[in-house]
């Protein structure tokens, strides 16, 4: 049906053409177009669009095919070795045969918890491997301890209190400075709280002392 | 008397927490205070205002007669008193509970939640309590809550609206909105603070905005609104009778609102703000009215008692304002022969050795140092909770701690100028709680006092071990923890007092008891043993004095002349406890005590002062010639230089030329306490 309307289309457009010189000129007839020709045109047009559908067609078979053997080749990959896993079946098949049902139950409460975990805290990072079959025991299975939600209700609600009180637009000012203005306002006048504020200079005072000692320990190894 | 060498220590760095929360009971008359960092402290007022009882733990905002505790964690906590430690905890199921509120008759407690829910609690008789329902929840957390008199109906304050619960159906009868009268330029979100609910209807909230307001919740309508402060008004606290209220605001200051006549004997009353106080320079954070007296704690770790008045009987020292900011504890243990101080933090333990001099100087001098004081070591203590009392060993090499779990003991090797810690393995577990910790003077021997009044004696053995020897018992058993301990200086005698006020003597040659101290309507605060003469010497909390004679089994012959005679008038009147016992070795007729103000040393030889003597003497009688002096001496030599800005912590001689003396300066707590509320003063 759409090729039938492109058609239509292709066959419209010509006219178009044609039809607008009757508009602007009326009493001249549209142009003569035998059939033969008008057939052939018809044929070729419609072997184009075939083509270009059929290249299309094939280009997406391609895709696809090539999607395929994608997936294909990456759980070729996901997969251990074909002599390994050989290995693996034959050599001890006891041991694998109780640690499995053990496994199994051990992967489930894990990986169910592994998901309400990322549900709650997507952040959260989980280091134990899923997988039935294990090599030598070269890791080690963590599970991490649960940020569970007291913790963040209760740093809102420190966080609201201290907002509240200690806040933008609360009027709050640093115990230096309300002692002080007590002082300064007091009928014996005093100094500031914190005149000197003992951290000023530290690295260099730290500094003084180390140097002072080491040339007064120079200058007696000197006279010695 | 003599001359002393004084070592006066400042380096102590306690800061006491913020007051949190208050809770008072009518009939025994105690409050139960809860700090900042967990602590919760039981004042008893009938014992002249004793801090009776502390125990540590973690953040919260409590109540009750069985004292229960609630938090931000989202738990109710009871308190069993008798073994100063919570005892059982129910998850609230809210999230944070950010305020709790019992009814009148103790049967049910209400609390309000960070989800906007309120909850009922039933407080079962046997301990602990039941979850009854949940009543309506509504969106915006539930800062604050009141019960209505009659227990029908509660009021919850959110921030920006006030609800009005109805208890047996759970339905809201009443919402009202607080935020309606600011004008919009100034809206921001008026947080609810505190509320109460009065038998009249009329509900009183204290908010964000610093004003006081009182509503009519059947109809919803704002009754009258008192601007108080233009800082928050944090607190509200409503007399029994309902006719007084106190507000305690962001800058300090508390109010007092009174329901009076608006004409003299007329009908129509209404409520007026009348007595402002500005007792602290940072947040009032809990307020209680009591029957005759306004209690007001604040952040800056001040618990201030202001008595009402017109509401005291008789003129005397009741009359006048306490302020309590340091504890009534021991938190400094000494160490003598080692010459080492032992504080004790609320997270940690720090260990200080003493400077040294080699110069002396007149009366009065300041000698310079030859070797500065030394911190030696800090041991932290792991996990949240509050160490609870300490000791160092009288040679330096044992320190002992305890948590309200867990027990720790340390040996200390000194090693010239360095030292080093060894934790002692293999401590017996029925040591477990302690409640006072007291190493014999030979080091020999560790006394640990635990609940149900018995007393451990363990010792200490050589290289790091310890051996559990003996239990002392009381004859007649006792539920309560014994919380302070004295031992002889030759080691064959224990003096315990346990919470029942009553003091038992042991013998530790035959590990039993020996004798029992005549019962006394007041708290112990400081007993010790005489070295030489074996008398026991007790202080009690409203300040009397006694010797028992523990050979003899009775009170010695001064002491029963100091109570023939009686104490002086000022000696009586003085407001804190005295914390620590001290002899000279040189002269057995001396004692030294100290409470947070004075130090005075006690001369048994000499005569006892009058009412009409002059108590504090010194500076006059160094003025006078040496005939007048003795004519005017008397047995109590006070020295009050620490009474302005700088508390005594801990008095001790460490030998017969030395006094070490710890003290606090307050300036020192002001400057690390949280940002104040600045205050606008003319001219600045």
Redesign the interface.
């Known amino acids: 049906m759409v090729r039938r309307r492109r058609r239509q289309e292709k066959e419209a457009a010509p006219v178009a053409p044609a039809a607008a010189p009757p508009s602007s000129e009326d009493d001249e007839a549209p142009e003569e177009l035998s059939f033969g020709t008008a057939r052939a045109e018809a044929e070729a047009e419609r072997k184009l669009v075939g083509e270009a559908a059929r290249r299309h067609r094939e280009l997406l078979k391609e895709k696809r095919r090539r999607r395929q053997e994608l997936f294909a080749e990456q759980k070729r990959r996901k997969l251990l070795p074909e002599a390994l896993l050989q290995e693996l079946a034959a050599a001890p098949p006891a041991r694998a045969d109780e640690r499995s049902p053990a496994a199994a139950p051990d992967k489930r409460p894990q990986g169910v918890s592994a998901k309400q975990n990322e549900g709650r805290i997507p952040g959260q990072v989980k280091k134990d491997k899923a997988g039935g079959t294990r090599s030598k025991g070269n890791y080690i299975a963590v599970h991490l301890k649960d940020e569970n939600l007291?913790g963040l209700?209760?740093q809102?609600?420190?966080d609201?209190i201290h907002s509240?009180?200690?806040g933008p637009?609360?009027?709050?000012?640093?115990?230096?400075?309300?002692?002080s203005?007590a002082n300064?306002?007091d009928l014996v006048k005093k100094a500031a709280?914190?005149f000197v504020d003992k951290s000023w200079g530290l690295e260099k005072k730290q500094r003084a002392t180390k140097f002072t000692k080491y040339w007064v320990a120079r200058k007696v190894t000197n006279t010695l | 008397m003599g001359e002393f060498e004084v070592h006066r220590v400042r380096f102590f760095g306690l800061v006491p927490a913020g007051v949190r929360c208050m809770a008072y009971q009518h009939n025994g008359r105690r409050l139960a205070l809860a700090r900042t960092d967990g602590a919760v402290e039981v004042y008893n007022f009938a014992a002249n205002y004793y801090m009776e009882k502390v125990s540590g733990g973690r953040e919260r905002g409590g109540q009750g007669w069985r004292l229960f505790g609630a938090g931000?964690?989202?738990d109710i906590t009871e308190y069993d008193l008798e073994r100063l430690r919570p005892a059982r905890a129910v998850d609230g199921f809210g999230?944070?509970i950010?305020s709790m509120a019992a009814n009148n008759d103790g049967t049910r407690l209400a609390i309000g939640c960070?989800d906007g829910s309120v909850k009922l609690f039933q407080v079962v008789p046997g301990g602990g309590v039941q979850f009854e329902k949940n009543l309506d929840r509504q969106k915006g957390?539930v800062l604050c809550l009141s019960w209505h008199p009659s227990g029908t109906h509660l009021a919850a304050g959110s921030i920006d609206f006030i609800r009005v619960l109805d208890v047996h159906s759970g339905r809201t009868a009443q919402r009202i909105m607080v935020n309606c009268h600011v004008p919009k330029s100034k809206k921001?979100e008026c947080?609810v603070w505190s509320i109460a609910f009065l038998s009249s209807g009329t509900v009183i909230s204290s908010d964000?905005f610093g004003r006081v307001q009182f509503w009519d919740w059947e109809r919803g309508t704002l009754q009258d609104s008192h601007t108080v402060s233009?800082?928050?008004a944090l607190s509200l606290a409503v007399s029994e009778k309902e006719d007084s209220i106190v507000v305690g605001t962001?800058a300090g200051a508390t109010y007092q609102f009174q329901l009076l006549p608006v004409k003299a004997g007329g009908q129509e009353k209404r409520w007026v703000r009348t007595k402002p106080f500005q007792h602290h320079?940072h947040?009032v954070r809990a307020v209680v009215h009591t029957p005759t007296a306004l209690i007001s704690g604040g952040l800056d770790a001040q618990l201030v008692i202001r008595p009402l008045m017109e509401k005291v009987q008789k003129k005397g020292y009741d009359a006048a304002l306490r302020k309590f900011t340091l504890p009534h504890r021991r938190l400094v243990s000494c160490a003598r022969k080692a010459r080492l101080l032992l504080f004790q933090f609320s997270q940690h333990l720090e260990l200080w050795r003493l400077g040294s001099t080699n110069k002396t100087g007149k009366d009065g001098e300041t000698l310079p140092l030859s070797r500065m004081p030394e911190h030696l070591l800090q041991l932290k203590s792991k996990g949240p909770e509050h160490i609870y009392c300490s000791c160092v060993s009288p040679c330096g090499s044992w320190i002992a701690y305890s948590t309200a779990s867990r027990f720790h003991l340390y040996r200390v090797q000194h090693e010239g100028d360095s030292i080093s810690v060894k934790k002692v393995p293999g401590v017996p577990k029925l040591l477990l709680p302690a409640y006072q910790l007291l190493c014999a003077s030979d080091s020999g021997r560790l006394f640990i006092a635990s609940d149900r009044g018995s007393v451990h004696v363990v010792q200490l053995l050589e290289p790091g071990g310890c051996k559990h020897l003996h239990t002392l018992r009381p004859p007649a058993g006792t539920r309560e923890a014994v919380y302070l301990l004295a031992s002889s200086a030759d080691g064959n005698w224990l003096a315990a007092v346990s919470g029942d006020w009553e003091v038992h003597v042991y013998s530790l040659k035959h590990f039993k008891h020996h004798c029992t101290v005549p019962t006394y309507s007041c708290a112990v605060t400081a007993l010790a043993i005489h070295p030489t003469t074996n008398n026991l010497f007790i202080s009690y909390s409203d300040q009397q004095l006694f010797e028992f004679s523990i050979p003899e089994k009775q009170y010695t012959a001064w002491s029963r002349a100091v109570q023939n005679s009686g104490l002086h008038k000022l000696w009586l009147e003085r407001d804190s406890p005295i914390t620590h016992i001290a002899f000279n070795p040189k002269n057995t007729s001396q004692v030294l005590l100290h409470d947070v103000y004075m130090l005075c040393v006690l001369d048994k030889s000499l005569p006892l002062p009058d009412d009409s003597a002059v108590l504090v003497n010194q500076s006059t009688l160094k003025q006078l010639s040496e005939p007048a002096r003795r004519r005017q001496l008397h047995a109590f030599k006070i020295c009050k230089k620490f009474q302005v800005g700088s508390p005594l912590l801990f008095a001790d001689l460490l030998d017969e030329r030395c006094l070490v003396t710890v003290e606090r300066p307050a300036?020192d707590i002001?400057?690390?306490?949280?940002?104040?509320?600045?205050?606008k003063?003319f001219?600045?």
């Open positions: 007291t209700h209760q809102t609600a420190k609201f509240q009180l200690y637009g609360t009027n709050r000012t640093s115990a230096n400075e309300f002692f203005i300064k306002k709280v914190q | 931000l964690s989202g999230g944070p950010w960070e957390r921001r947080v964000s233009s800082s928050a962001s320079t947040d300036l002001s400057a690390q306490l949280p940002p104040p509320v600045q205050q003063k001219g600045t």
